[in-house]
Protein backbone atom coordinates (compact mmCIF):
# COMPACT_ATOMS: atom_id res chain seq x y z
CA UNK A 1 0.00 0.00 0.00
CA UNK A 2 0.92 4.09 -0.53
CA UNK A 3 0.49 5.83 1.78
CA UNK A 4 1.10 9.90 1.34
CA UNK A 5 1.96 11.76 4.53
CA UNK A 6 0.00 15.42 4.98
CA UNK A 7 2.06 17.01 8.19
CA UNK A 8 1.14 20.84 7.44
CA UNK A 9 -1.98 20.64 4.84
CA UNK A 10 -5.33 20.99 7.34
CA UNK A 11 -7.00 19.32 4.47
CA UNK A 12 -5.59 15.58 4.37
CA UNK A 13 -5.58 14.13 7.80
CA UNK A 14 -3.30 10.99 7.22
CA UNK A 15 -0.16 12.27 8.78
CA UNK A 16 3.25 13.04 6.76
CA UNK A 17 3.41 16.38 4.20
CA UNK A 18 6.74 17.44 3.13
CA UNK A 19 6.51 21.05 4.11
CA UNK A 20 10.32 20.93 5.34
CA UNK A 21 11.05 24.32 5.71
CA UNK A 22 8.07 25.11 8.20
CA UNK A 23 7.85 21.74 10.03
CA UNK A 24 8.56 21.74 13.15
CA UNK A 25 7.90 19.71 16.50
CA UNK A 26 6.47 20.76 19.32
CA UNK A 27 4.39 19.40 22.89
CA UNK A 28 4.33 16.82 25.43
CA UNK A 29 4.18 12.90 24.29
CA UNK A 30 4.09 9.35 26.18
CA UNK A 31 5.29 7.06 23.38
CA UNK A 32 3.91 4.12 23.97
CA UNK A 33 5.56 0.96 26.39
CA UNK A 34 8.70 -0.96 25.83
CA UNK A 35 8.61 -3.71 23.35
CA UNK A 36 11.29 -5.54 24.96
CA UNK A 37 9.92 -5.20 28.70
CA UNK A 38 6.58 -5.87 27.71
CA UNK A 39 7.32 -9.05 25.94
CA UNK A 40 9.22 -9.95 29.76
CA UNK A 41 6.40 -9.12 31.97
CA UNK A 42 4.17 -11.36 29.69
CA UNK A 43 6.52 -14.57 29.78
CA UNK A 44 7.48 -13.98 33.49
CA UNK A 45 3.99 -13.02 34.87
CA UNK A 46 3.16 -16.62 32.40
CA UNK A 47 5.63 -18.70 34.54
CA UNK A 48 4.84 -16.87 37.90
CA UNK A 49 2.48 -18.32 40.67
CA UNK A 50 -0.50 -15.94 41.26
CA UNK A 51 -2.35 -12.78 39.26
CA UNK A 52 0.71 -10.14 37.35
CA UNK A 53 -0.71 -7.09 36.12
CA UNK A 54 1.15 -5.05 33.87
CA UNK A 55 0.48 -1.59 33.23
CA UNK A 56 1.93 0.73 30.19
CA UNK A 57 2.40 -2.69 27.79
CA UNK A 58 2.89 -2.17 24.37
CA UNK A 59 -0.40 -3.11 22.26
CA UNK A 60 1.84 -4.00 19.42
CA UNK A 61 1.90 -6.28 16.77
CA UNK A 62 5.37 -8.42 18.15
CA UNK A 63 3.97 -8.09 22.00
CA UNK A 64 0.36 -9.84 21.00
CA UNK A 65 2.79 -12.29 19.49
CA UNK A 66 3.69 -13.21 22.38
CA UNK A 67 0.40 -13.11 24.38
CA UNK A 68 -1.32 -15.38 21.57
CA UNK A 69 1.82 -17.82 22.29
CA UNK A 70 1.29 -18.03 25.95
CA UNK A 71 -2.44 -18.39 25.70
CA UNK A 72 -1.72 -21.13 23.26
CA UNK A 73 0.66 -22.69 25.92
CA UNK A 74 -2.76 -22.72 28.58
CA UNK A 75 -2.18 -19.45 30.19
CA UNK A 76 -5.32 -17.06 30.96
CA UNK A 77 -5.03 -13.48 30.14
CA UNK A 78 -6.59 -10.42 29.47
CA UNK A 79 -5.51 -7.54 27.77
CA UNK A 80 -6.81 -4.30 26.84
CA UNK A 81 -4.66 -1.46 25.74
CA UNK A 82 -2.00 -1.00 27.72
CA UNK A 83 -3.23 -2.81 30.55
CA UNK A 84 -2.71 -6.71 30.59
CA UNK A 85 -3.49 -9.03 33.67
CA UNK A 86 -1.53 -13.13 33.50
CA UNK A 87 -2.86 -15.74 35.57
CA UNK A 88 0.43 -17.21 36.27
CA UNK A 89 0.17 -20.95 37.51
CA UNK A 90 4.00 -21.40 37.32
CA UNK A 91 6.38 -23.46 35.16
CA UNK A 92 4.48 -26.36 35.33
CA UNK A 93 1.35 -24.19 34.30
CA UNK A 94 2.57 -24.48 31.50
CA UNK A 95 0.78 -27.26 28.68
CA UNK A 96 1.58 -28.68 25.82
CA UNK A 97 -0.26 -26.61 22.90
CA UNK A 98 -1.88 -28.53 20.42
CA UNK A 99 -1.22 -25.75 17.81
CA UNK A 100 1.54 -24.03 16.11
CA UNK A 101 3.09 -21.00 18.21
CA UNK A 102 2.82 -18.32 15.60
CA UNK A 103 5.28 -15.83 16.79
CA UNK A 104 4.25 -13.25 13.78
CA UNK A 105 7.87 -11.11 13.13
CA UNK A 106 9.13 -11.11 16.87
CA UNK A 107 12.82 -12.17 17.29
CA UNK A 108 12.20 -11.80 20.61
CA UNK A 109 9.18 -13.94 21.28
CA UNK A 110 10.81 -17.02 19.29
CA UNK A 111 14.33 -16.64 20.57
CA UNK A 112 13.01 -16.38 24.38
CA UNK A 113 10.42 -19.00 23.92
CA UNK A 114 12.76 -21.53 23.27
CA UNK A 115 15.39 -21.05 25.91
CA UNK A 116 11.75 -20.77 28.27
CA UNK A 117 10.15 -24.39 26.23
CA UNK A 118 13.81 -25.95 26.43
CA UNK A 119 12.79 -26.83 30.17
CA UNK A 120 8.85 -27.68 29.60
CA UNK A 121 8.93 -31.67 29.37
CA UNK A 122 6.87 -31.48 25.61
CA UNK A 123 7.21 -30.63 22.17
CA UNK A 124 6.43 -27.47 20.50
CA UNK A 125 6.71 -25.87 17.10
CA UNK A 126 7.72 -22.01 16.58
CA UNK A 127 6.84 -20.24 13.28
CA UNK A 128 6.67 -17.08 11.97
CA UNK A 129 6.47 -14.50 9.16
CA UNK A 130 8.73 -14.43 5.84
CA UNK A 131 11.50 -11.88 7.65
CA UNK A 132 11.70 -14.32 11.33
CA UNK A 133 11.93 -17.07 8.24
CA UNK A 134 15.70 -15.58 7.42
CA UNK A 135 16.51 -15.31 10.98
CA UNK A 136 18.99 -17.12 12.87
CA UNK A 137 18.21 -19.24 15.50
CA UNK A 138 21.36 -21.38 16.07
CA UNK A 139 22.50 -19.05 18.48
CA UNK A 140 19.76 -20.02 20.81
CA UNK A 141 19.94 -23.26 19.87
CA UNK A 142 23.33 -24.28 20.23
CA UNK A 143 23.69 -23.55 23.66
CA UNK A 144 20.33 -24.91 24.72
CA UNK A 145 20.93 -28.08 23.13
CA UNK A 146 24.37 -28.30 25.14
CA UNK A 147 21.95 -28.00 28.24
CA UNK A 148 20.06 -31.01 26.81
CA UNK A 149 17.16 -29.57 24.99
CA UNK A 150 15.95 -31.54 21.65
CA UNK A 151 15.83 -28.44 18.97
CA UNK A 152 15.75 -29.13 15.00
CA UNK A 153 14.26 -26.70 11.99
CA UNK A 154 15.52 -26.21 8.57
CA UNK A 155 19.46 -26.47 8.30
CA UNK A 156 19.65 -28.14 11.43
CA UNK A 157 18.23 -25.93 13.29
CA UNK A 158 19.05 -22.79 11.91
CA UNK A 159 16.21 -21.37 10.61
CA UNK A 160 12.60 -21.37 11.63
CA UNK A 161 10.55 -23.25 12.16
CA UNK A 162 11.48 -24.67 15.02
CA UNK A 163 10.62 -27.27 17.27
CA UNK A 164 11.45 -28.24 20.55
CA UNK A 165 11.45 -30.39 23.11
CA UNK A 166 12.68 -29.78 26.68
CA UNK A 167 13.45 -30.79 29.67
CA UNK A 168 16.21 -32.64 32.07
CA UNK A 169 17.90 -29.55 31.84
CA UNK A 170 21.71 -28.96 33.64
CA UNK A 171 23.44 -25.82 33.80
CA UNK A 172 26.34 -24.52 31.67
CA UNK A 173 28.57 -21.69 31.52
CA UNK A 174 28.56 -20.64 28.00
CA UNK A 175 30.74 -17.74 26.15
CA UNK A 176 28.28 -16.36 23.65
CA UNK A 177 29.68 -15.31 20.34
CA UNK A 178 27.23 -12.17 20.43
CA UNK A 179 26.08 -9.45 22.10
CA UNK A 180 22.79 -10.55 22.33
CA UNK A 181 20.22 -9.99 25.13
CA UNK A 182 17.95 -12.46 22.94
CA UNK A 183 20.72 -15.20 23.65
CA UNK A 184 21.49 -14.22 26.97
CA UNK A 185 17.52 -14.35 27.99
CA UNK A 186 16.87 -17.54 26.06
CA UNK A 187 19.96 -19.07 28.31
CA UNK A 188 18.82 -17.69 31.62
CA UNK A 189 15.23 -18.52 30.92
CA UNK A 190 16.54 -22.63 30.49
CA UNK A 191 19.23 -22.12 33.58
CA UNK A 192 16.19 -21.17 35.63
CA UNK A 193 14.93 -24.59 35.21
CA UNK A 194 17.84 -26.05 35.00
CA UNK A 195 19.99 -28.29 37.64
CA UNK A 196 22.89 -26.52 38.89
CA UNK A 197 24.66 -23.18 37.52
CA UNK A 198 24.34 -21.60 34.16
CA UNK A 199 26.18 -18.35 33.78
CA UNK A 200 26.41 -16.02 30.26
CA UNK A 201 29.59 -14.33 29.29
CA UNK A 202 29.21 -11.61 26.27
CA UNK A 203 31.69 -9.71 24.77
CA UNK A 204 29.77 -6.57 25.56
CA UNK A 205 26.87 -6.01 27.67
CA UNK A 206 23.50 -6.11 26.09
CA UNK A 207 20.09 -5.25 27.24
CA UNK A 208 19.56 -6.14 31.13
CA UNK A 209 15.95 -6.12 31.23
CA UNK A 210 15.51 -9.75 31.79
CA UNK A 211 17.86 -9.93 34.96
CA UNK A 212 16.07 -6.94 35.98
CA UNK A 213 12.88 -8.24 35.90
CA UNK A 214 13.41 -11.71 37.10
CA UNK A 215 14.47 -9.46 39.97
CA UNK A 216 10.79 -7.87 40.36
CA UNK A 217 9.61 -11.64 40.41
CA UNK A 218 11.84 -12.48 43.16
CA UNK A 219 14.53 -14.68 41.45
CA UNK A 220 18.46 -14.15 43.06
CA UNK A 221 20.43 -13.37 39.41
CA UNK A 222 24.68 -12.38 39.86
CA UNK A 223 26.18 -10.03 37.72
CA UNK A 224 30.11 -9.69 37.49
CA UNK A 225 31.19 -7.94 34.62
CA UNK A 226 30.04 -9.05 31.58
CA UNK A 227 29.02 -12.35 33.16
CA UNK A 228 25.43 -12.99 34.83
CA UNK A 229 24.55 -16.49 36.82
CA UNK A 230 21.46 -17.91 38.01
CA UNK A 231 20.70 -21.12 39.95
CA UNK A 232 18.09 -23.52 38.83
CA UNK A 233 14.94 -24.47 40.10
CA UNK A 234 13.60 -21.00 41.41
CA UNK A 235 10.07 -20.18 41.71
CA UNK A 236 8.80 -16.64 40.56
CA UNK A 237 6.31 -14.78 42.86
CA UNK A 238 3.50 -12.43 40.97
CA UNK A 239 4.07 -8.92 40.78
CA UNK A 240 3.07 -5.62 39.32
CA UNK A 241 5.01 -4.24 36.04
CA UNK A 242 4.94 -0.48 35.16
CA UNK A 243 6.42 -0.64 31.47
CA UNK A 244 8.38 3.05 30.76
CA UNK A 245 7.94 4.29 27.41
CA UNK A 246 10.38 2.92 24.79
CA UNK A 247 13.49 4.76 24.18
CA UNK A 248 13.68 3.11 20.70
CA UNK A 249 10.49 4.73 19.77
CA UNK A 250 11.13 7.96 21.19
CA UNK A 251 14.54 8.10 19.77
CA UNK A 252 11.97 8.83 15.89
CA UNK A 253 11.07 11.90 17.47
CA UNK A 254 14.09 13.09 19.38
CA UNK A 255 15.90 12.89 16.34
CA UNK A 256 12.95 14.63 14.42
CA UNK A 257 12.97 17.67 16.70
CA UNK A 258 16.82 18.17 16.69
CA UNK A 259 16.70 17.91 12.85
CA UNK A 260 14.17 20.25 12.35
CA UNK A 261 14.12 24.23 13.26
CA UNK A 262 12.55 25.86 16.16
CA UNK A 263 11.38 22.21 17.98
CA UNK A 264 11.02 21.88 21.77
CA UNK A 265 9.19 19.03 22.63
CA UNK A 266 9.00 16.94 26.35
CA UNK A 267 8.99 13.04 26.05
CA UNK A 268 7.59 11.87 28.97
CA UNK A 269 8.38 8.00 31.45
CA UNK A 270 11.07 7.10 28.86
CA UNK A 271 12.95 3.99 29.92
CA UNK A 272 16.85 5.24 29.81
CA UNK A 273 18.18 1.94 31.57
CA UNK A 274 22.24 2.36 30.73
CA UNK A 275 21.93 -1.11 28.48
CA UNK A 276 19.89 1.17 26.02
CA UNK A 277 20.76 4.68 26.71
CA UNK A 278 23.79 4.72 24.09
CA UNK A 279 21.54 7.00 21.51
CA UNK A 280 21.73 9.74 23.94
CA UNK A 281 25.09 9.25 24.49
CA UNK A 282 25.61 9.62 20.73
CA UNK A 283 23.22 12.48 19.86
CA UNK A 284 24.58 14.62 23.32
CA UNK A 285 28.31 14.07 21.94
CA UNK A 286 27.05 15.10 18.20
CA UNK A 287 25.80 18.23 20.19
CA UNK A 288 22.13 17.96 20.49
CA UNK A 289 20.49 19.34 23.33
CA UNK A 290 18.87 16.76 25.34
CA UNK A 291 17.92 17.68 28.85
CA UNK A 292 17.52 14.68 31.14
CA UNK A 293 14.78 15.53 33.92
CA UNK A 294 12.72 13.64 36.73
CA UNK A 295 14.89 10.65 36.86
CA UNK A 296 12.73 7.94 38.63
CA UNK A 297 12.32 4.00 38.63
CA UNK A 298 9.36 1.92 37.37
CA UNK A 299 10.10 -1.38 38.97
CA UNK A 300 14.08 -2.18 38.30
CA UNK A 301 13.85 0.29 35.37
CA UNK A 302 14.96 4.13 35.59
CA UNK A 303 13.17 6.07 33.68
CA UNK A 304 12.98 10.43 33.19
CA UNK A 305 11.70 12.66 30.80
CA UNK A 306 13.35 13.79 27.56
CA UNK A 307 13.21 17.58 26.85
CA UNK A 308 14.43 17.92 23.53
CA UNK A 309 14.94 21.29 21.04
CA UNK A 310 16.22 21.73 17.94
CA UNK A 311 20.24 21.24 17.42
CA UNK A 312 23.07 21.51 15.28
CA UNK A 313 24.66 18.22 15.21
CA UNK A 314 28.10 17.33 14.12
CA UNK A 315 28.87 14.05 13.58
CA UNK A 316 31.24 11.59 15.58
CA UNK A 317 32.65 7.65 14.98
CA UNK A 318 30.28 5.29 16.42
CA UNK A 319 32.27 2.19 17.20
CA UNK A 320 32.36 -0.78 20.24
CA UNK A 321 30.78 -1.14 23.37
CA UNK A 322 28.17 1.27 21.88
CA UNK A 323 26.89 -0.54 19.62
CA UNK A 324 24.77 -2.96 21.63
CA UNK A 325 23.62 -0.11 23.63
CA UNK A 326 22.09 1.37 21.06
CA UNK A 327 21.71 -1.49 18.06
CA UNK A 328 18.09 -0.78 16.98
CA UNK A 329 18.17 3.31 17.11
CA UNK A 330 21.12 3.02 14.21
CA UNK A 331 18.45 3.58 11.32
CA UNK A 332 17.43 6.93 13.17
CA UNK A 333 20.92 7.33 13.72
CA UNK A 334 22.20 7.74 10.40
CA UNK A 335 19.30 10.14 9.53
CA UNK A 336 20.11 12.34 11.94
CA UNK A 337 23.94 12.01 10.26
CA UNK A 338 22.49 12.85 7.26
CA UNK A 339 21.77 16.13 9.08
CA UNK A 340 25.07 17.01 10.65
CA UNK A 341 28.47 18.23 9.88
CA UNK A 342 31.38 16.12 8.82
CA UNK A 343 31.47 12.04 8.45
CA UNK A 344 30.17 9.16 10.67
CA UNK A 345 31.64 5.83 10.61
CA UNK A 346 29.47 3.45 12.15
CA UNK A 347 31.86 0.33 12.64
CA UNK A 348 31.59 -2.96 14.98
CA UNK A 349 27.29 -3.51 14.11
CA UNK A 350 27.15 -6.86 11.58
CA UNK A 351 24.15 -7.42 13.58
CA UNK A 352 22.18 -5.31 11.70
CA UNK A 353 22.68 -7.88 9.12
CA UNK A 354 19.97 -10.05 10.90
CA UNK A 355 17.14 -7.83 12.06
CA UNK A 356 13.99 -7.56 10.60
CA UNK A 357 15.55 -6.64 7.27
CA UNK A 358 19.27 -6.54 6.76
CA UNK A 359 19.33 -2.62 7.87
CA UNK A 360 22.67 -1.91 6.78
CA UNK A 361 21.17 -2.14 3.21
CA UNK A 362 17.65 -0.97 4.00
CA UNK A 363 19.35 2.10 5.58
CA UNK A 364 21.20 2.75 3.00
CA UNK A 365 19.55 2.36 0.12
CA UNK A 366 16.58 4.06 1.06
CA UNK A 367 18.34 7.02 2.59
CA UNK A 368 20.34 7.32 -0.28
CA UNK A 369 17.14 7.25 -2.74
CA UNK A 370 15.56 10.54 -0.69
CA UNK A 371 19.16 12.39 -2.20
CA UNK A 372 21.59 10.86 1.23
CA UNK A 373 25.46 9.89 0.99
CA UNK A 374 25.70 6.55 3.02
CA UNK A 375 28.19 4.00 1.62
CA UNK A 376 27.50 0.28 3.38
CA UNK A 377 29.90 -1.45 4.80
CA UNK A 378 30.08 -4.78 6.20
CA UNK A 379 30.25 -4.22 9.44
CA UNK A 380 28.56 -0.57 8.90
CA UNK A 381 27.98 2.11 7.00
CA UNK A 382 30.24 5.61 6.07
CA UNK A 383 27.54 8.55 6.27
CA UNK A 384 28.86 11.98 4.71
CA UNK A 385 26.57 15.24 6.16
CA UNK A 386 25.19 17.23 5.64
CA UNK A 387 23.06 16.50 2.71
CA UNK A 388 19.96 18.17 1.36
CA UNK A 389 17.29 15.19 1.31
CA UNK A 390 15.52 15.83 -1.99
CA UNK A 391 12.21 13.59 -1.23
CA UNK A 392 10.78 10.91 -3.64
CA UNK A 393 9.48 6.93 -3.13
CA UNK A 394 11.08 5.08 -0.53
CA UNK A 395 9.84 1.74 1.16
CA UNK A 396 9.96 0.05 4.75
CA UNK A 397 11.40 -2.86 3.28
CA UNK A 398 8.21 -4.89 5.95
CA UNK A 399 10.62 -3.35 8.64
CA UNK A 400 9.05 -1.01 11.69
CA UNK A 401 12.00 0.86 12.49
CA UNK A 402 13.35 2.01 8.52
CA UNK A 403 9.25 2.93 7.81
CA UNK A 404 9.22 5.62 10.94
CA UNK A 405 12.61 6.50 10.49
CA UNK A 406 11.93 7.50 6.01
CA UNK A 407 8.66 8.78 7.58
CA UNK A 408 10.78 11.41 9.86
CA UNK A 409 13.13 11.97 6.94
CA UNK A 410 10.27 13.28 5.30
CA UNK A 411 10.28 16.02 7.19
CA UNK A 412 13.62 17.55 5.72
CA UNK A 413 13.00 16.96 2.42
CA UNK A 414 12.28 19.03 -0.24
CA UNK A 415 9.92 17.07 -1.73
CA UNK A 416 7.26 15.30 -1.44
CA UNK A 417 7.92 11.61 0.15
CA UNK A 418 5.78 8.30 -0.26
CA UNK A 419 6.42 5.47 1.85
CA UNK A 420 5.51 1.98 0.89
CA UNK A 421 4.82 -1.00 3.21
CA UNK A 422 4.18 1.50 6.19
CA UNK A 423 1.31 -1.27 8.17
CA UNK A 424 4.42 -3.08 9.63
CA UNK A 425 5.13 0.04 11.68
CA UNK A 426 2.16 -1.34 13.91
CA UNK A 427 4.52 -4.03 15.10
CA UNK A 428 5.98 -1.72 17.50
CA UNK A 429 4.02 1.53 17.39
CA UNK A 430 0.68 1.52 16.52
CA UNK A 431 -0.39 5.23 16.83
CA UNK A 432 2.56 6.28 15.35
CA UNK A 433 1.35 8.52 12.70
CA UNK A 434 -1.22 10.30 14.85
CA UNK A 435 1.27 10.82 17.42
CA UNK A 436 3.56 12.39 14.95
CA UNK A 437 0.90 14.10 14.02
CA UNK A 438 0.11 15.35 17.61
CA UNK A 439 3.59 16.65 17.91
CA UNK A 440 3.69 18.51 14.29
CA UNK A 441 0.35 20.17 15.16
CA UNK A 442 0.87 21.96 18.29
C1 LIG B 1 15.85 -7.46 21.99
C2 LIG B 1 17.19 -7.56 21.83
C3 LIG B 1 17.90 -7.03 20.66
C4 LIG B 1 17.06 -6.03 19.88
C5 LIG B 1 15.66 -6.50 19.70
C6 LIG B 1 14.99 -6.77 21.03
C7 LIG B 1 15.24 -8.05 23.20
O1 LIG B 1 18.23 -8.11 19.81
O2 LIG B 1 17.64 -5.75 18.64
O3 LIG B 1 14.90 -5.50 19.01
O4 LIG B 1 14.09 -7.71 23.54
O5 LIG B 1 15.90 -8.86 23.84
P1 LIG B 1 19.55 -8.98 20.10
O6 LIG B 1 19.55 -9.31 21.51
O7 LIG B 1 19.43 -10.21 19.26
O8 LIG B 1 20.69 -8.11 19.67
Redesign the pocket.
Known sequence: MKLTFWIDREDRTLAITIHPSNANLHGELKVPGD??IS??AVMLGSIADGKTTVSGFLPGEDCISTIQCFRALGVKIEQQNDQVTIYGKGLDGLKEPETVLNVGNS??TN??LLGLLSGRPFHAILLGDESIAKRPMD?VAIPLRKMGAHIDGRENGKYPPIAVRGGNLKGIDYESP????????AILLAGLQAEGTTSVTEPSV??D??ERMLKSFGVNVRRNGTTVSIEGKQTLKATHINVPADI?SAAFFIVAALITKNSSIILKDVGINPTRSGILDALIAMGANIQIKNKRMFNDEPVADLHVSSSELKNIEIKGDII?RL??EIPILALAATQAEGTMAIKNAE?LK??ETNRIDAVATQLNRLGANIEPTDDGMIIHGKSNLKGGAVDSLGDHRIGMMLAVASLVCENETTLENESCINISYPNFFEDFQKLIKK
Request: charged share 30%; aromatic share 0%.
Open positions: KSHRGTRLRVASAQVKSSRHTSPIDEVK
